[in-house]
Every structure is written in structure tokens, then in C-alpha cells.
């Protein structure tokens, strides 16, 4: 008797551990449900992933799987630095965001796709030309009323173009009634999304049509789902907010003159640089305002209480009246093209994207001839910064730096930059280290 019960016990504690070696390794973010045995220690566990997706999801779906979850560690433990700088930049753009998209009626989780997007670069441009924080292609954002010519390029503009990401994606929901298809469109346009629902038979699910879609969208959709997780639960993986580069709430002033920002800052005695970073529509920082067609300039509150007092006394009129005597006459700059140049070797340059030298010059293609003259601005002393910009053949890499940030810095792009120094990861790149910005440097 004794021997058969020691048998059975045994057999239990045997049965026990081979239970627990079956559960496999991947469950270790894995909370057991209380108060379930048996049956749902073999079902086992909840993913405390999706456990925390479940407590955020509000609209949109945060499905949890496989895919997620890589996408989610990616963010959490290889990119905990770049979360950290969206902490502190949200702070700034996500009021921004929230309002254009509560105007359409539009889920407010929606503004984590600008991090997906451009990682809250206004200044970002895409191998493709996508431009700004939601990286518009120029067709579309000229079919979402989006302006842009030589002074002004509102696919830079958060305000203008979180209306015109608010309202692509409105139509995107309505074209499919499912989040997740929107998101995707977004993307890859929905074109692609059309034609994968075909091919998966008709199914409107993000993740039944994925392996149809682009690669660049499969993994879209899980990196939208990962950051909303990591921008919610920084702080249980030990992220914590960067400083906000912007401590307070611009507010929006009218001029209607033709004034440079750099004369604009001298006369509110402000950073010219802080200046053209909360206005970073103004491509060749001026503002070309008039009666007819005001221009909107954003500043730091104080600045515009300051700026509605010159105003008032006149002494706002005599700042642009007396800008106006320091700009030289606006010509166009034309450039002559020499053999082994392209469009965009042209085009980072002199600071500007090769769909302004397509618009400028009427081009169809991108075929250029040795001694073609090329329009590529319309004034001479922004040549002249460009110019002295593009002469700088190498930098040295600062704390805090990254590919994209220095892309910007530069108007250059983070494959010219790959391609010059010969990096493969983002993550080779060492505050010292002495990298190339020119390609003819």
C-alpha cells in the first residue's frame, strides 16, 4: 500500500515537471491567471503584453501576437533612447495632433502613428520624397490641399498637415471600416490594400491580407501597434522622458509682409533657430506674406504678446519695412547642370527636394543633360547659406545624435548617409566618431 502511494506521488511530481518543461520559453513575459489550475495552466497564461494592450486599447485594435511582440522588445530594449526623445518632443506636437484629429471625430490614439511615420521630425524627408511628420508625398498632399513652392512647404507644417493626416485617414476608415486597413493604407495607399483583400479572398482583416501586402506595411501596422505600447508603458521598462525641446504652447500671429525670420527673431530678440523650428514650413525662412494672402508665424507666448504690442504701437510695421531694405531683390538662381550630376545630388545641394526642381524646371523624367540650365531658387543670398552649408564635407558625431537627426541637420537623407560612411545598423553610430555629410567631400 505504502509502496503504491509512494508510486502515485511519484508519478505526480514527474507529471508536474514535465508540465512545466512543456511551457515554452517565450512565455516568460507571462502573468498565470489567478485562481484557474489544471486546465488553464495547459492553456496556460495571458501575455502580459496583451494584458497591457487590452488596458490601453480604446478605438483602434492593439491585436497582440508573434509579431507584435518583436516589434514591441524592439522599441522597449533596442530603441529605449528614441522613445525617450518622443516622450519629451509629445509633449510638444501630440496637443497638435489630438485636436486635428478630435476635429474629425477621429480616435486620439492615432497620433502615434507620426512616430512610425517620421519620429517627430518635421525636417524628415523618405528615400521616396515623403516629407514631414506624417510624410505626405507631394501628389497626395496636393490632393489634401496641402501648399507648397519655393517659400513654403506645409507638408512641414504640423498644424496643416495633422488636418490633412486627420482627413486621409478619416476616408481611409470609411473606404474599409477597419483601423488597422486604414493604418496599412496609410502607408502603402490604398491601391495596394485593394489589391491583397482580393487576393486573400475578400477578407477585410489587416492580418488576413498581410502577407499580400508590401513588406514595408507588414511590418507597419506592428510598429504602430508597439509604439502606442511603448509610448504608454515607458516607464515599466525604465524609459523616462527626454527634455521637451518646447516648454510651452506656440501661439499663432498674422503677418503680411515679406520678412525673413532671422529679421522677425532680431526684433522679438528670440533664437532664430528656435524660431525656424516651430515654423519649419518656411523653407527659405522667409515669409511672404501680404494683404491678400497672410501668412501664419508661430511663437512662444510671450513672444507674441510681444510682437501684438509692436504691432499696436507701429513698431511692428517698421521691423518689416526695415527687413525689407536688408533682403536683396529676389532672382531666380539657375544652375548648369555638369556630367555625373543627378536630380538629387542637385537637390541636396542647395536644399530643396527633387519634386521642387521637377515643378520648377517642368520636368517629366529624371534624365538630365550636360549644360541644361536648372532653376533652384529664386534668391541669390539663400544660395549663398546653402552653398556654405554644403561645403561642410564632415561632422562629428555629438551625445544624443542620430542618422535622422543629422540628415535633417544637413538636408541630406539617412541613405546618403549609410551609403558615404558605409553603415548598415543606426545603432553603429558613436558620439566622436567623425562621419561624412558631403558626397563630394
Known amino acids: 500500500m505504502l509502496k503504491h502511494a509512494l508510486t502515485l506521488l511519484i508519478l505526480c511530481f514527474s507529471g508536474a515537471f514535465a508540465s512545466f518543461a512543456a511551457i515554452p520559453a517565450d512565455s516568460l513575459d507571462t502573468l498565470p491567471v489567478a485562481g484557474q489550475e489544471h486546465e488553464a495552466a495547459a492553456a496556460y497564461r495571458i501575455p502580459l503584453y496583451e494584458r497591457q494592450l487590452d488596458s490601453i486599447e480604446k478605438t483602434v485594435p492593439l491585436d497582440y501576437n508573434e509579431i507584435v511582440r518583436s516589434h514591441i522588445e524592439l522599441y522597449t530594449y533596442k530603441r529605449e533612447g528614441l522613445v525617450s526623445r518622443m516622450m519629451g518632443l509629445s509633449e510638444y506636437y501630440f496637443p497638435i495632433f489630438e485636436q486635428a484629429l478630435k476635429e474629425k471625430g477621429l480616435p486620439v490614439e492615432l497620433k502615434y502613428l507620426s512616430i512610425v511615420e517620421s519620429a517627430l521630425n518635421p525636417m524628415a524627408v523618405s528615400r521616396v520624397g515623403a516629407t514631414g511628420l506624417w510624410q505626405f508625398m507631394y501628389t497626395t498632399a496636393r490632393e489634401y490641399g496641402l501648399q507648397m513652392n519655393s517659400y513654403i512647404d506645409e507638408r512641414r507644417d504640423p498644424v496643416a498637415a495633422s488636418q490633412a493626416a486627420a ?46 501586402l508590401p513588406r514595408e506595411t507588414r511590418n507597419y501596422v506592428p510598429a504602430y501597434i508597439a509604439v502606442t505600447y511603448a509610448m504608454n508603458y515607458a516607464k515599466a521598462h525604465d524609459i523616462y522622458s527626454a527634455p521637451p525641446e518646447f516648454a510651452f504652447t506656440p501661439m499663432p500671429v498674422q503677418i503680411e509682409k515679406y ?49 501684438a504690442s509692436l504691432q499696436k504701437e507701429g513698431g511692428a510695421a517698421k521691423v518689416i519695412a526695415a527687413s525689407n531694405d536688408e533682403e536683396e531683390t529676389a532672382e531666380p538662381v539657375y544652375y548648369k547642370v555638369r556630367s555625373g550630376d543627378n536630380l538629387s545630388a542637385i537637390a541636396n545641394r ?92
Open 350 to 441: 542647395f536644399r530643396c527636394s527633387v519634386q521642387d526642381l521637377k515643378v520648377w524646371n517642368d520636368l517629366r523624367g529624371t534624365r538630365l543633360v550636360p549644360g541644361q540650365r536648372l532653376l533652384v531658387s529664386s534668391e541669390e543670398k539663400e544660395i549663398a547659406a546653402r552653398e556654405e552649408t554644403y561645403l561642410a564635407k564632415t561632422y562629428r558625431v555629438r551625445r544624443g545624435d542620430t542618422l535622422s537627426s543629422i540628415a535633417a541637420r544637413f538636408n541630406t537623407s539617412v541613405a546618403v548617409l549609410k551609403e558615404l560612411n558605409g553603415i548598415r545598423s543606426a545603432s553603429s553610430l558613436r558620439a566622436g566618431s567623425t562621419i561624412r555629410i558631403n558626397p563630394e567631400g
Open 259 to 307: 520678412i525673413s525670420l532671422s529679421s522677425l527673431s532680431r526684433s522679438l530678440d528670440m533664437d532664430p533657430e528656435e524660431l525656424y523650428l516651430i515654423n519649419p514650413k518656411y523653407r527659405r525662412r522667409i515669409v511672404n506674406g501680404s494683404g491678400a494672402s497672410p501668412q501664419t508665424v508661430w511663437l512662444p507666448p510671450a513672444k507674441a504678446e510681444l510682437y
Open 167 to 212: 482627413e486621409y485617414l478619416n476616408n481611409m476608415y470609411g473606404r474599409y471600416g477597419d483601423w488597422l486597413l486604414a493604418i496599412a493604407s496609410y502607408n502603402c495607399g490604398p491601391g495596394n490594400v485593394d489589391r491583397a483583400i482580393y487576393k486573400a479572398g475578400g477578407k477585410l482583416d489587416f492580418w488576413a491580407i498581410m502577407p499580400y
